[in-house]
Structure formats: C-alpha cells, structure tokens
C-alpha cells in the first residue's frame, strides 16, 4: 500500500514556463512534507519543505503547496531552467526520521 | 564541511555472499538513517539508529542487519544475498531524531548482486 504516491512518472516544460509537480498521500498522520531533487548516481538533496500547519512555504524559484483535506501537494518550480532535469522525490515524516517516499517524477526542462 | 560518506561506492557480490555498507555521517550528527531504492520499488525505509541504537526498522528481512558506534559512523549488513538485493543503498543523516529538516543524503553504494 503505497501511501505517497507520484502519479505522473515523467514531466517535459519548455524552458522559462513553470513546472508543477504533483504528490498525493493517503496517511492523515503525515506532519511534515519535503521535495528531493536526485541525479543518477548521487544521493537525494533537499530541495524544500513544509509543515502541516502551513498551506504554502516559498524560496526563490521553488514554492511548495500543501492541501491538507485533499492530502495533496505540489511543488511550483518558476522559471523553469535546463538545470532542473531530475527526479522529483516527495516524502512524508510521522515518526523520528523515517521518511516515505513517492515513486517520483522525472522533470525534463528544454532549452 | 564533509559531507555524508558512504563506502564503497560500487560492489559487486554473488548470490548467497554477505556485504557490509559503510557510512559516516556529517560530524555532529548523531541519527543515521538507511533507505534502498530500486527502479520498481523507488525509495524504501530501511532503518535508522540514534545513540547505537536501532530506533526504527523499515518493512525488509531478517537478513538486512545494521548498528551504529558510538562515533555515530554506521554500517548495514545484507546477508545471503539475492538478485532482488541489486539497488542503491542511500544513507542520510541529521543532527538528532526529529531534526527531520536538516536530513542529509550521501551519494549511495551501488550494489550489484550476480
């Protein structure tokens, strides 16, 4: 039972527009949410977070929107820029440090 | 500063050896966590250790094994592997438990098993 869940696997935008990338999640006992960009070969980095008590958290280009009673989240990267191609990670935090982890989405940013 | 580091960063075993998976997390971080990610299964919880002890475990076999030492450096132990046990094994660490915020990620140990 797969409770973080990225629907859509791949993403390609046009250089400049924006990119939005969508997490869904089923457990209601998530207090904490993140956003993880990953390339190949390297592990995860924190790109941005959120707290449950918060609907929006903002910094610089990224912008991360939380919809608690639809248990659902997305992250708005505005510019798009080519260095942004990765894999998209949300995951959520309950307890300790544990973290779970949606499946992903490859972004893919064209010049 | 240095970041977390994990050793080796590429093994290759055969079915039914063991391998143990080194990581150092950034000084002064005392919590270690273990994930494995898998092309099917994306990133899976392993488990993770505060004070040399084990304080949460992930949903895998008796045969993922871990400890921490009291330098806070952990290492995780697969024994007899298999095929499925082909993955990247990510280590992160953080100042505390609950530090989620600070979560830091090494850049993995590839591991093939043949």
């Known amino acids: 039972d797969q409770q973080v869940k990225q629907n859509s696997p791949s993403l390609s935008v046009q250089e400049g527009r924006i990119s939005i990338l969508n997490c869904d999640y089923t457990?209601?006992?998530?207090?904490?949410f993140l956003w993880y960009k990953k390339y190949p070969a390297e592990g995860p980095t924190f790109l941005i977070s959120?707290?449950?008590?918060?609907d929006k958290n903002e910094d610089g280009r990224f912008t991360v929107f939380l919809n608690k009673s639809a248990k659902h989240l997305s992250l708005h990267i505005v510019p798009s820029q080519p260095g942004d191609s990765a894999v998209y990670f949300c995951a959520a935090n309950n307890a300790g440090n544990m973290l779970t982890f949606g499946g992903g989405t490859r972004l893919m940013v064209k010049p | 500063k240095a970041g977390v580091t994990q050793t080796p960063r590429y093994l290759i075993k055969t079915r039914g050896q063991q391998v143990t998976l080194s990581c150092s997390p950034i000084?002064?971080?005392?919590?270690v966590s273990w994930y494995q990610q898998t092309p099917g299964q994306g990133l899976q919880f392993l488990f993770e250790?505060?004070?040399?002890?084990?304080?949460n475990k992930g949903n895998f076999p008796g045969r993922f094994s871990g400890r921490q030492f009291s330098n806070s450096r952990s290492e995780m132990n697969v024994s007899t592997l298999e095929l499925g046990d082909s993955a990247l094994y990510l280590c992160?660490?953080?100042?505390?438990?609950?530090?989620?915020?600070?979560?830091?990620f090494g850049s993995g140990t590839r591991l093939t098993v043949v």
């Open positions: 992160a660490s953080s100042l505390d438990l609950g530090q989620i915020y600070g979560y830091t």
């Open positions: 457990n209601s006992m998530f207090d904490y």
């Open positions: 250790y505060f004070s040399e002890t084990q304080r």
């Open positions: 959120i707290s449950s008590i918060k």
């Open positions: 000084s002064g971080h005392r919590s």
